[in-house]
């Protein structure tokens, strides 16, 4: 089993910077891959950026790129998701969860990741 913690939301001005933390724990965290989703009423869960632990191997949804930067630290066993000239349409529940590859799946897809996070608000103001 593994738990996720998500912290680092909060309101922000368009066009500012946020860094998202997820702190998580368990057992073979290093083979997982480590994914960032987000959340708006009504819409689905979209892709937005992931890591594989081991490896570092990066992707990012095409909505965010250049913009934001997923990272890792691998001694606090915790994932970063750095926002920088965050607009309005990133306002969204934001998500951290893990992808165990040996259960097979895709890092796009939301419904394939195993484990996940209780979300933190990011809200972007105009």
């Known amino acids: 089993q593994v738990q996720l913690v998500e912290s680092g939301g909060g309101l922000v001005q368009a066009g500012g910077s946020l860094r998202l933390s997820c702190k998580f724990s368990?057992?073979?965290?290093?083979?997982?891959?480590m994914g960032w989703f987000r959340q708006t009423p009504g819409k689905e869960r979209d892709f937005v950026a992931a890591k594989h632990w081991s490896s570092g191997t990066t992707y990012y949804g095409d909505s965010v790129k250049g913009r934001f930067t997923i990272s890792r630290d691998n001694p606090e066993n915790t994932l970063y998701l750095q926002m920088t000239s965050l607009k309005s349409e990133d306002t969204a529940v934001y998500y951290c969860?893990?992808?165990?590859?040996?259960?097979?799946?895709?890092?796009?897809?939301?419904?394939?990741?195993?484990?996940w996070g209780q979300g933190t608000q990011v809200t972007v103001s105009s």
């Open positions: 368990g057992r073979n965290f290093i083979i997982l891959t």
């Open positions: 969860a893990a992808l165990d590859p040996r259960l097979g799946g895709s890092y796009l897809r939301s419904s394939d990741y195993n484990f």
